[in-house]
């Protein structure tokens, strides 16, 4: 797969516990160019998993990004695209192929149809 994604642009990557968004980002971007929830939760509560500690880490991660307001546009349309549906990557990847151990520890490509085909 190929990314062509221009200089200065944000890359939100959403999706379920597990799904794959830090393996992903650390395949394809430099450590330094990931701002990682889980990175700013143990920032600001020695515990990436306190969900707790959420509002504070992002308010963390909007100061290291130097954005004055918080993402609540882009996060509320992601929330109304069709990639909110949990079931949209089963369009892609089957059963075996999202559960498997290569793809939870690592990137994998589409074995149903590729990603080029999105919408």
Known sequence: MILTIPELSL????????S?????????????????????RALV????????AT???FAALHF??????PLAELREGLLRSRWADKRAP????S???ITSWEARTRWV????RPLEDAP
């Open 95 to 97: 059963r075996e192929r």
């Open 20 to 40: 794959g968004k830090s393996s992903f980002a650390r395949q394809h971007f430099r450590e330094t160019e990931v701002l990682s929830s889980d990175y700013f």
């Open 90 to 93: 089963l369009e892609y990847y």
């Open 64 to 69: 290291v990004a130097g954005r004055d307001r």
């Open 11 to 18: 890359v939100a990557l959403i999706g379920a516990s597990g």
């Open 109 to 112: 490509e589409p074995d149903l």
């Open 45 to 52: 509560a020695d515990d990436e998993t306190d969900m707790a």
């Open 55 to 57: 509002p504070d880490a």
